[in-house]
Every structure is written in structure tokens, then in C-alpha cells.
């Protein structure tokens, strides 16, 4: 399928086609999308290469510890839930401690449900994968706590 033509691009026009492109597979892929994962913000858990098995999820269906793929300007980048509520979702990187990004339901594009690297093929039902998730959610948790016990101590 070709996407666009040759007429000339105005500014910033070859970007909204392209996403609108990305979002659209992500859509139209009959309930399941393959992406690859870049970067090192989630590693070890996830690592530059892995490739990354996305299906649509309801609002309602998303839980603490899922790891999504959303939308922000013209990326569609992947990181673990830490909190929800009615309004949107509290996201971080499993690797980078400091990040932090806020998204509505309009913005959620998918869970990955699965990881295949090279060979191994690895699914959110699978007890590594949910350990894992537990390990990073109590990490939080500790780290939260040493934080409210450090206020503590100064007041």
C-alpha cells in the first residue's frame, strides 16, 4: 500500500502522514501489531531489538504493571504503569528512574502482550513476566517510602 503521492509536502505534513500510517496499522492489524523496541529505557526487561507483540485494550482492562504503547507527538513509545485513575495513567521506565509521563485513554495505542528475542518468545501470561512486573512495582514502592521517610526525617 503506498501512502501519500509525489506532490511537494508542505512543513510538517510527511510527519502527520507517517503517523497517521503507524496508528493506522497499529488499528487495522486484525487485533494484534508487531513493533520493534528501541532504546534503553526499559532494559533489562525489554532491550533495543525486541520485538514486541501489541493488542488493543480497553480502558477498564488496564492494569498497574502493564506495559503499553502510546502515543506522544510523532513516537509511539513503550513503558510500565505505575499508577491509574479515572482520568489517565502514571507511566515510567523500568531503566530510567526519573521519567515520567501522564496519558489519557485517547492516547493508550496498545499492552504488549508478548516479547520475542531472537528465538525466545516470551508472553504476559508467563510467570517470568509477572514476576518481573511485581519486582519493578515493589521497587517503587520501596523507593517511594524511602522518599517519605527522607521528608519525614527533615521536618
Same mark, same amino acid.
Given at each position: 500500500m503506498k501512502i501519500g503521492n509525489n506532490s511537494p509536502k508542505r512543513a510538517g505534513q510527511g510527519d502527520s502522514v507517517t503517523k497517521a500510517a503507524k496508528e493506522l496499522y497499529l488499528v487495522d492489524s486484525a487485533g %494484534? !501489531?508487531?513493533? =520493534?523496541?528501541?532504546?534503553?529505557?526499559? =532494559?533489562p526487561f525489554l532491550q533495543d531489538g525486541d520485538q514486541l507483540t501489541l493488542r488493543p485494550v480497553a480502558w477498564g482492562e488496564i492494569r498497574v504493571g502493564d506495559i503499553i504503547t502510546y502515543r506522544? =507527538?510523532?513516537?509511539?513509545?513503550?513503558? %510500565?504503569? !505505575?499508577?491509574?485513575s479515572a482520568r489517565g495513567i502514571l507511566l515510567k521506565a523500568?531503566? &530510567?528512574? *526519573?521519567? %515520567?509521563? =501522564?496519558?489519557?485513554?485517547?492516547?493508550?495505542?496498545?499492552?504488549?502482550? $508478548?516479547? %520475542?528475542?531472537?528465538?525466545? *518468545?516470551?508472553?504476559?501470561?508467563d &510467570?517470568? &513476566?509477572?514476576?518481573?512486573? !511485581?519486582?519493578?512495582? &515493589?521497587?517503587? $514502592?520501596? @523507593?517511594?517510602?524511602? $522518599?517519605?521517610?527522607? @521528608? *519525614?526525617?527533615?521536618?
Open positions: %494484534r !501489531a508487531r513493533i =520493534e523496541f528501541h532504546g534503553p529505557t526499559m =532494559e506522544f =507527538e510523532d513516537k509511539m513509545p513503550t513503558c %510500565r504503569i !505505575a499508577r491509574k523500568d531503566n &530510567w528512574p *526519573l521519567y %515520567r509521563a =501522564e496519558v489519557g485513554p485517547e492516547d493508550v495505542l496498545g499492552v504488549v502482550t $508478548q516479547r %520475542r528475542r531472537g528465538t525466545q *518468545l516470551l508472553s504476559n501470561d &510467570w517470568q &513476566w509477572r514476576f518481573y512486573s !511485581a519486582l519493578i512495582i &515493589w521497587k517503587w $514502592q520501596v @523507593q517511594r517510602l524511602k $522518599q517519605r521517610l527522607r @521528608q *519525614l526525617a527533615g521536618q
